[in-house]
């Protein structure tokens, strides 16, 4: 079957560093998104990956390895509006976005 | 760019009665449009995709009778819950792309549904 993992929840300081993982397991592979979900609002696009390595978006990078089905969101120099869910979600080779639970991720002043 | 809209952002109905919910890309047009549905904590849901002027596609387990799905414009796709229960309260979200695979899908703010 198809699977996405990733921690339910993590915290993390204000001004740190925090690496969210997702681990996939789909029938085919055409890319991962990840999306922030502030609590009651929809998610919002943050990253797109299909080809192995890291994009930096600002204080935001995503990494991505084919091979070992893995992906990470790092979030640096954390501030407390990113407080929010953090959605992974593959993209099958029927171009269908399978979706993680999220992880809520708690800052701390 | 990509701004989708949704309206309306909250309705409190009555059961038995139906609500209609509109998603509409701004600013491009969407060739493939998503309904989705998200209990509290909980992931998102697909309910079913519509392509512009053909029936949607339900996912499994969704109702076609009581989920009614018209994706009748390029910018344009309604949700109508017909019969509403309280089982049926819930938050729901739709999302668009502009069309090719792999397009990044837009997600409008929501529309958070309570039947009494």
């Known amino acids: 079957g198809q699977n996405i993992d990733q921690p339910t929840e993590m915290t993390a300081t204000e001004g740190a560093i925090v690496q969210i993982n997702c681990t996939y397991q789909t029938s085919g592979f055409n890319g991962l998104f990840w999306y922030q979900q502030h609590a009651g609002e929809a998610p919002t696009f943050l990253s797109y990956n299909v080809l192995d390595g890291l994009e930096e978006k600002g204080r935001f990078s995503s990494f991505l390895s084919r091979s070992k089905g893995y992906s990470y969101l790092l979030l640096k120099e954390l501030q407390m509006k990113d407080s929010a869910s953090y959605l992974c979600a593959a993209l099958d080779s029927n171009y269908q976005l399978i979706w993680g639970a999220g992880t809520k991720l708690i800052i701390k002043p | 760019g990509a701004v989708v809209s949704q309206h309306p952002s909250r309705v409190i109905c009555k059961s038995g009665t139906s609500v209609k919910i509109e998603c509409r890309s701004l600013d491009f047009q969407a060739t493939t449009m998503f309904w989705y549905r998200q209990f509290p904590k909980q992931s998102l849901m697909l309910m079913a995709t519509?392509?512009?002027?053909?029936?949607?596609?339900?996912e499994q387990g969704v109702e076609k009778d009581k989920f009614l799905i018209n994706h009748a414009s390029l910018t344009l796709s309604t949700l109508t819950v017909t019969s509403a229960h309280p089982e049926d309260s819930s938050f729901y979200i739709c999302?668009?792309?502009?069309?090719?695979?792999?397009?990044?899908?837009?997600f409008g703010p929501g529309t958070r549904l309570l039947v009494l």
């Open positions: 999302s668009a792309k502009t069309g090719g695979e792999g397009e990044t899908q837009y």
């Open positions: 519509s392509n512009e002027g053909s029936k949607a596609t339900y």
